[in-house]
Every structure is written in C-alpha cells, then in structure tokens.
C-alpha cells in the first residue's frame, strides 16, 4: 500500500508496485500492522495521531512529528493497530496478530512450528541494553546519513500532513 498506485523505490533500490492506496485501504481492514520503520509510513499516512507505537530505536522519536506516542516495546497494540520495534520483530508482531484473529493457542502452534524460540547470542540489540561504547562508536556514525535522510523525509510528511 501507498499513497499513489506508482511504483514505489525503497531507499536500496528495490521498486514496489503498490496494490492500493493506503488510506482508502485501511478504510476497510480489520487490522494494520508494521515492524520497524513501517511505522513511519502509517505515522505520515495519519493513522497514528494519539496512538502509542513501536519502531526501530534509531528512528523512534521520529514518530513524535506524526502525533503518535513513541514506545520502546518490541510489540506495541493499539487498537487495531499493531506495530514493532526493528525487522526482527516482525515475527513477533504476525505472532501478535495471530492470536488476535485466531487464539493464543494458534499463534504459539505456529510458534512452534517455524520452531520460534529465539535465544539471542550476545546480550544486545537494543540502545537501552547495549554497550554504549558499541552504540555511539559503530552504529551511529554508519547510520547518520540515512538517519538524517529519514528525519527530512519525516519532517516534509509532517508538514504535508498538517
């Protein structure tokens, strides 16, 4: 989904053919879900005014310009909008979602079937656990151009939607 039916071109170069608007899709869905900077997409669409959401740590804040309410949780559920924290959480997200459509049993059936038991190899991933040494010293110098492309774009659909 996307604002036009054009092709979309990701930040990677990879081009997305849209299937349908998203406004006028969300109209007619039950739930709308996003892991990581897909957030940003439902902020600048306007479907996170008030809300509580999730994104990756680096582009957390950013969901403040959209008038939603940034959380640090790997899973964030408000209303019939779910959202998640990095890609990796997008698991963890579809698992949430499952068991709304479907029951807790299933989504932990399916759990067990894609044999999800996730055991992190080293104590990181997150701002608020990492070294800060490992955060400030080899992630953010790496990530500031893109942060900084991400912040314009956020600040121009914010201004755009008023």
């Known amino acids: 989904m996307w604002k036009t039916l054009d092709p979309v ?4 170069g990879l081009t997305i053919l849209p299937m349908a608007t998203l406004r006028r899709a969300v109209a007619a869905v039950r739930y709308v879900v996003s892991a990581c900077t897909g957030a940003l997409v439902l902020g600048a669409a306007g479907l996170l005014r008030g809300r509580r ?12 310009a959209f008038g ?3 959380v640090a949780e790997r899973v964030v559920v408000d209303g019939n909008i779910f959202t998640g924290r990095g890609v990796t959480a997008g ?3 579809a698992l949430a979602v499952a068991a709304e459509i479907a029951s807790r049993v299933t989504a932990e059936t399916i759990q067990l079937d ?5 055991a992190l190899p080293f ?3 997150s701002p608020e656990t990492d070294d800060p ?4 010293a080899g ?5 500031e151009p893109r942060q900084r492309d991400r912040a314009e774009w956020v600040a121009h659909a914010a201004a755009t939607l008023g």
């Open 9 to 12: 071109r990701s930040e990677h």
């Open 53 to 64: 959401a999730g994104t990756h740590w680096m582009s957390r804040d950013l969901l403040r």
């Open 68 to 70: 939603a309410e940034p």
């Open 91 to 93: 698991i963890d997200v």
């Open 114 to 118: 894609i044999e999800y038991e996730p």
């Open 123 to 125: 104590a990181s991933g």
């Open 133 to 136: 040494a490992v955060v400030l």
């Open 139 to 143: 992630v953010l110098p790496r990530a």
